[in-house]
């Protein structure tokens, strides 16, 4: 043997060895859409296409599970509702996820991150999702519930929706809590199919923007560890959204994401941690993206813990999207208190 093989050898071992490790540590990410809702939103990212992470959909309707777009579709609960849904009762959710959690487990074998997507306020979306994070809970796995809070106008699933949320938020690391109201009134007059898309996309580019920027390779990624910094026990969440386009884009997207309008918080600086994302065309610069870190810092507590991931997306020729999503924070739509259902008996 000479020199040379002797020195390449232990070299070729070597680069198997990072091989390894690299496929080993490259997080799987599963994305699960719990009821009408949830499985909407899983077939709205489907359609856009996601790199990286599977898409499962889970529903007790199994008219509405056919329609769906998911990598892999599970009708849960056949014995405790018969393909039927749910009827709004978040019991049967619960029942119909445990009936089928062997299944559903299976599916999860090897996925170290676990979006559960729900609209609460339904049966099977709140019941079953609940069900699923206590199931999960103490497996290892980082478990972010992505959810909707109803509009006002579906008042009596407003509570069911409160419920939803406390169960959730001891189960999952984090639960991000979308506010349907706020959505619709930063996107103006909308029709409530419209504003139900309006949701979908919110809630798809969030989950499908994290799942990107942690198993592809991007502008800045977002590893594994960063997100566990930020997310791992910390209750709820919150996010913001905004658009720029033209010269100071980044500046205009990182305002409008802060001004709260979508923030289910009144005080940034009472966050934990915040993890931005910004995106935009092939034109979209580091010095932009370090720009849109910046301006977050500067609104945030200096204790705050921050991370961040930037991805190129060809669709935002011109333009740029940035988000912020605010961990450890107290929900303000959890500290409302009820309205009361009936009126006051009057005894004459
Ligand atoms: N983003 C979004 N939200 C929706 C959609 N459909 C319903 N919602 C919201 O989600 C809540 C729950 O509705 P569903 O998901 O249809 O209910 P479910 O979980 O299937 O519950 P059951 O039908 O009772 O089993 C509603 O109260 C709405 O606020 C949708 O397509 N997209
Ligand atoms: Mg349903």
Redesign the pocket.
Known sequence: MTILEQDYEPQEMEQDKIHEFARLAKPTVSVIG?????S??VSWIKERGMVGGRLLAL???ANHLEISKADKRILIGERATGGL????YPEK?EQALKESINEVKQELTGASIVFIV?????????GASYALAEALKGSGRLVIGVV?V??AV?RV?LDTARKGIRRLKDACDTVVVID?NKLVKVAGDLAFAQA?GV??EL?GVFVKDITETITTASLINLDYMDLRTIMEKQGIAAIGAGWGQGEDRIEKAVRIALEGQLLDINDLTKAYGVLIHASGGSDMTLGEVYRAGELVMRAVSPKTKIVWGAKVNPTLEGKAHVFVCLTGIESNFLAQTPKRKFGRLKIF
Request: a negative charge; aromatic letters at 2%; one cysteine or more.
């Open positions: 719990l009821g009408g809702a949830g909407n939103i529903n007790t309707d849904g749910c009827g709004g959710g729900a609209g609460l306020g339904g049966g099977t979306g709140t909707t109803p509009f579906e699933r349907n139900l949701a979908n809630v």
